[in-house]
Nanobody
Framework: QVQLVESGGGLGQAGGSLSLSCAAS????????MGWYRQTPGHERELVGR???????DYTDSVKGRFTISRNNAKNTVYLQMDSLKPEDTAIYFC?????????????????WGQGTQVTVSS
């Protein structure tokens, strides 16, 4: 099992910055990567950004050039620096970690989630 503890977020202003961090504990050696998702009421959870253990990064288009994801492997912690904030960035942000396991001919993905942290951006 993997436990994820998030910190950061809160209230920011449009054009400003906020940051999030997420520390993983437990069976972290088996993880394939970590990242951030966000969710607003009535909508599905969407990927914000993720980084694999080998350092491959991808972002959703709406945050490219504004958000930066990074990882400290020694601390098993992933960070999300959010700059040039927009009101539409307002959401609950969830830390995610995943691992891939081979089961016979199949690859099975396991996801772990943090409790979520609110980010509110005022205009």
């Amino acid at each position: 099992q993997v436990q994820l503890v998030e910190s950061g977020g809160g209230l920011g202003q449009a054009g400003g910055s906020l940051s999030l961090s997420c520390a993983a504990s437990g069976s972290v050696g088996s993880l394939s990567g970590m990242g951030w998702y966000r969710q607003t009421p009535g909508h599905e959870r969407e990927l914000v950004g993720r980084i694999t253990t080998s350092g491959v990064i991808d972002y959703t288009d709406s945050v490219k050039g504004r958000f930066t994801i990074s990882r400290n492997n020694a601390k098993n912690t992933v960070y999300l620096q959010m700059d040039s904030l927009k009101p539409e960035d307002t959401a609950i942000y969830f830390c995610n970690a995943w691992k891939l396991e081979s089961q016979g001919m199949k690859r099975v993905k396991y996801d772990y989630w943090g409790q979520g942290t609110q980010v509110t951006v005022s205009s």
